[in-house]
């Protein structure tokens, strides 16, 4: 499964029928949610788009994701026998007692509201009952789960709380902490969160490029992102390409107010989003701080030389 905003469906589409197949492409899944606001030009965004690609050994359970059937339907489908009606059978078509087969619109799961407690700071972030569907309706017991952008790790508690094996992959430093905490939190034995914790490995060894010279480094930007409802609080994090990080953030926000208030290219990107995170108080990317102060301290920044 792949998710993502309609803003950007149609280019990874193409790029999931080179990767995948076309002949692999299963189903595109219209995760339909109420908003809370209204933008001035243009249609309200109420929906999200879900990618499922599956190789020729597919596995997919419909109970998870099983709703009531419409009394509009059980009444079609309802005749009396004898005196007692409520028998749901219809010639040799019978409603299923489990509810009806999921189609490829999901209306039934709402987003975390923004003032909730669960609301981590990513506009991306995704209820955990829509994870769930995802991986119980897609997977066994013991499968493995990856989510390569796992940000605020909401695909690992799901895995975890399913009896799924998981991987999580980010390029901030923050991801593992948030992961940690929302595992430890979430997915752990309360009477033994120590075990959990020794659980999660961390790994920072990603594979060599082997297309490049030996002392090849790629470059990204570190970017701070702003909100006017987060006075001196700065999202401060990675993008190859800020610009659709920025489109990201927008396409969550009815009025597009986020804004990105400076970026530096750098090879360091890593050392140096931990060094701001480590430098001002924050919470997950989120830094407290004054916009100069961060700028300055990314300006300044000295990578250690190993």
């Known amino acids: 499964y792949l998710h993502c905003d309609p803003t950007m469906s149609h280019y990874l589409k193409t790029t999931m029928d080179c990767i995948f ?34 190789s020729d050994k597919r ?9 009531p059937y419409a009394e509009a339907t059980k009444e079609r489908f309802s005749h009396y026998i004898g005196n007692v009606r409520g028998s749901y059978d219809f010639g040799q078509q019978e409603l299923n007692p489990k509810g009806k087969h999921p189609d490829d619109v999901i209306c039934d799961i709402q987003p975390i509201a923004p003032s909730a407690k669960a609301r981590l700071g990513y506009p991306t972030q995704k209820p955990l009952p829509l994870l769930d569907r995802i991986i119980q309706t897609s997977s066994h017991p013991n499968d493995i789960v990856l ?31 948030l992961v940690t905490l929302r595992l430890t939190k979430e997915a752990a034995d309360p009477d033994d969160l120590l075990k959990k914790q020794n659980e999660i490995t961390l790994r920072t060894d990603p594979p060599v490029r082997t297309d490049q010279g030996v002392d090849y480094r790629e470059t990204k930007f570190v970017y701070i992102i702003s909100h006017p409802k987060y006075p001196s609080e700065y999202k401060v994090g990675i993008a190859k390409d800020w610009k659709s990080r920025l489109n990201t953030y927008q ?5 597009r107010a986020y804004k990105v208030e400076y970026k530096m290219e750098t090879p360091h990107f890593r050392e140096l989003e931990k060094h701001i995170h480590e430098t001002f108080p924050n919470k997950h990317e989120w830094v ?13 920044y000295q990578p250690e030389q190993s």
Not at 23 to 47: C, M, S
């Open 21 to 54: 197949g076309e002949d692999q492409f299963r189903n595109e899944i219209v995760w339909y949610y109420r908003g809370a606001g209204t933008p001035k030009l243009d249609f309200a965004r109420r929906h999200d788009i879900i990618f499922r690609y599956a």
């Open 59 to 67: 596995f997919f359970d419909p109970d998870p994701a099983r709703q």
């Open 147 to 177: 989510d390569p952008f796992c940000g605020c790790a909401t695909t690992c508690v799901a895995a975890e709380r399913l009896g799924r094996k998981w991987v999580g992959v980010d390029v901030s430093h923050k991801a593992f902490e």
């Open 251 to 255: 396409t969550a926000d009815p009025e």
């Open 288 to 300: 407290q701080a004054e916009l100069t102060d961060i700028k300055t301290e990314m300006q300044s």
